[in-house]
Nanobody, 121 residues
């Protein structure tokens, strides 16, 4: 059974830093992964994605230069390091996994976590 569990969400002050983690288990394949977020009243948006080997990454324009996505295949953990956080980063953050990088980027991944709340004030 595929399971994705996010952690690391917190309340932080603007300009601070935060690292989110997503622990994956139950995969029978190498999977591309990504982070998404959904703010109250807004649609879910892709924040960043990474291919299973780390050779390909994608970042939404609003986080470029402030956010780094990385994957530790040995530990099956996906990270999202957020620097210089802004109030507009406030959202529930979800990790997702799929064998297709394209499906990750399009938000059509097969597997999703339950989310972790990030609040920036």
């Amino acid at each position: 059974q595929v399971q994705l569990v996010e952690s690391g969400g917190d309340s932080v002050e603007a300009g601070g830093l935060l690292t989110l983690s997503c622990t994956a288990s139950g995969f029978a394949f190498d999977s591309d992964m990504g982070w998404f977020r959904q703010a109250p009243g807004q649609k879910r948006e892709a924040v960043a994605a990474v291919s299973t080997g780390g050779s390909s990454t994608m970042y939404v324009d609003s986080v470029k230069g402030r956010v780094t996505i990385s994957i530790d295949k040995n530990k099956n953990i996906l990270y999202l390091e957020m620097n210089n956080v802004k109030p507009e980063d406030t959202a529930v953050y979800y990790c997702a996994a799929d064998p297709s990088f394209a499906k990750i980027v399009l938000g059509r991944a097969n597997y999703w976590g339950q989310g972790t709340q990030v609040t920036v004030s």
